[in-house]
């Protein structure tokens, strides 16, 4: 999330060009890995059938971990910010035989955090100016508010310093007129990014448990001839199975277009109407709950989870099928437009401009609670908060 912090970074009278009229970026162009690495993962072909194209995963095998740290060359780590995925990340790649040091606020508490999990003060414990001095790859994993304040700070040392920036989500890159982390302007500098398919604790979590989580990747700037190679060993170190290829456009506009929509923006707004209109023709707070949130949450979605939307449509009643496929394709009749314009808006950069401005207002804390606020106050979630204390 993006907090006040742009207060002081963004009122610059920065001029915001709509996304798809950056000419410095060159969002088609991915590469390959070179041959002399390619033994140290496994590129699987999806294919789908129907017509649909398929595409390249690149995937782990036998040998993958046990060769990152020489893929990347001992090259150093430094993991700016300690939040869920800096913590997540910088474990599991401390666990993965790479070389880690934590930059972050000295004596705050991720500093803290990072002491409790074994960094070291002066060791592999600085504070963020310093630690980009000492790493080669600077994982910067910092809000998106916090990236543009700290920014200015550091640029001078990637600056034609031959070191990496690393980043797991697009947005300070792809909306760098808005944000300032002109990253097209430094010169032998690699843009990488990894981006995992999940929060930051999940990411350790399932690396801790001999999983992972998957994650997409993709390539800005490739300065050393080396960035890929970099980006698919970090993305493996982290614990990821699998990993896509991306650009930092495509994962930036498809991220800020699912949370608008189906993600949580419209699936928030769908569970509030149908709570209403239950409540309104007189049903009770329970049932109109268990029949808007609870089933989907605890029977339906978990169907779809498992084996895809058919067989959740396969095994529930013949009333339930029915309907569901007749009213399905009206859903999507209106809600596609709707959902167009949303990705517009993000394409064009005006979702970032929203952003910027909302948090760049002195009072925007003080407004964002008042809506979470309204939210926590509806009635449908004072139900739900009753209803979930019944599950066994």
């Not at 002491?115 to 910092?142: Q, S, W, Y």
């Not at 690699?190 to 994650?215: C, E, H, W």
């Not at 569970?271 to 309104?280: I, N, P």
Request: charged share 25%; proline share 3%.
């Amino acid at each position: 999330m993006i907090s006040k912090i742009f207060t002081n970074s963004l009122k610059r009278g920065i001029s915001f060009k709509p996304v798809n009229k950056i000419n410095t970026f060159n969002y088609n162009s991915l590469r390959r890995m070179s041959n002399s690495v390619s033994n140290f993962y496994d590129k699987k072909n999806l294919t789908y059938g129907h017509g649909i194209p398929s595409e390249i995963v690149f995937g782990r095998n036998e040998t993958t971990m046990k060769q990152i740290p020489s893929i990347l060359n001992g090259e150093k780590c430094a993991v700016l910010g300690y939040g869920p995925q800096g913590q997540g990340q910088a474990l599991n790649l401390r666990d993965s035989g790479v070389e880690v040091c934590i930059g972050v606020r000295e004596n705050g508490s991720s500093w803290k955090k990072a002491i409790e999990d074994g960094f070291i003060p002066g060791e592999t414990l600085f504070p963020i100016e310093e630690a980009v001095e000492k790493g080669n790859i600077i994982m910067f994993l910092l809000s998106d508010a916090g990236q543009i304040d700290i920014y200015p700070q550091i640029r001078d040392k990637l600056d034609n310093k031959n070191k990496t920036l690393y980043f797991s989500h697009g947005f300070g890159v792809v909306y760098q007129d808005k944000t300032n982390i002109d990253v097209d302007n430094l010169k032998n500098t690699d843009v990488i990014m990894v981006a995992p398919k999940g929060s930051g604790k999940s990411v350790r979590t399932l690396y801790q448990n001999g999983g992972g989580i998957n994650a997409s990747y993709a390539v800005h700037r490739d300065d050393s001839g080396n960035a890929e190679n970099k980006a698919l060993a970090i993305g493996f170190g982290i614990g990821s199975p699998y990993i896509y290829e991306t650009t930092f456009l495509k994962e930036v506009s498809s991220d800020l277009t699912g949370e608008r929509s189906v993600l949580m923006g419209g699936i928030a707004g769908l569970f509030k109407a149908q709570y209403d209109v239950l409540r309104e023709h007189g049903h009770s707070p329970s049932e109109a709950f268990n029949e808007t949130v609870e089933e989907a949450l605890q029977s339906l979605y978990p169907l779809i989870n498992e084996k895809g939307m058919d067989y959740m449509f396969s095994n529930c009643s013949t009333t339930a099928q029915r309907g569901a496929l007749d009213w399905s394709k009206r859903f999507e009749a209106l809600n596609k437009p709707l959902i167009e314009e949303i990705y517009k808006s993000v394409i064009t950069g005006k979702e970032a401009e929203r952003t910027i401005d909302c948090n760049s207002s002195s009072d925007y804390r003080e407004k964002l609670n008042e809506e979470l606020d309204e939210v926590n106050n509806m009635e449908i979630w004072k139900v739900g908060k009753e209803i979930r204390k019944l599950r066994f």
